[in-house]
């Protein structure tokens, strides 16, 4: 029975950089330039990473496997408010429908309300299940926008989801 755990294990750098790099290409279109941002944004984070706030959730299946990942970062550099910051969520195909990104969210979420904190998160158009998912978590669109910081023409979307205190 797959379950959430919480912090970095050995390879859970490669599967994220690797689910992105082939499910964003397989579905979206998006190339090396991407999967180069995911990997250095990635890299940076693990960098700086405070243990008291920050947070790696992954999905790990019986045999140790890793599922699916969501990072919570509390410490951003870039976030003046010090809001946590939604990074990095994705899943497996085989961990796709069985619940997990819904138990990753929970888990993140709880995070962040013991924090209080308000969350943020871009994505773009077209990602409806994560959307869905999103919004039951209580995030709200604020602004959507077409853009190309992903190395792909798309229609970005920033949600934000207030501190629950």
Sequence with gaps: MPRIVEGWRPGALGFIIGEHGQYYARHWGFGAYFEAKVAAGLAEFTGRMEPSTDRFFLAIDDADQILGSLILDLTDPAEPESEAHLRWFILSDAARGRGLGEQLMSHAMAHCDAHSSACWLTTFAGL?????????HGFSLIREEEAASWGTKVREQLFRRPARR
Aim: hydrophobic share 45%.
């Design 128 to 136: 409806d299940a994560a959307r869905a998912l999103y919004e039951r």
